[in-house]
């Protein structure tokens, strides 16, 4: 995949973690859209190296949309431990 289409991936992999995830981050919406690039690629580079799955060329593949959301949600949960949960 190119890396724009690793940035679109990203950006609803963030979407989803978010869906999934919901309330206040201390980066907004940004912050979200950041985490969720981040994750995408984070998730894809664990599948590789981990699971010995490696990211496939096709855009609408399950397995690395869901590395993509994996690693979204990943980072969320620690960017919400690291920075504060502003839920209460």
Not at 37 to 56: K, N
Not at 62 to 80: E, H, M, N
């Amino acid at each position: 995949m190119s890396v724009i289409a690793w940035l679109i991936l990203g950006l609803l992999a963030g979407g989803i973690a978010k869906l999934i995830l919901p309330g206040r981050d201390p980066g907004g919406c940004i912050g979200t859209t950041v985490i969720g690039i981040a994750g995408a690629f984070l998730g894809g580079w664990l599948s590789a190296q981990f699971l010995d799955r490696p990211v496939q060329k096709d855009f609408f593949d399950a397995a690395t949309w869901g590395s993509a959301v994996v690693g979204a949600l990943v980072l969320l949960i620690g960017y919400r431990l690291l920075f504060g949960n502003s839920r209460r």
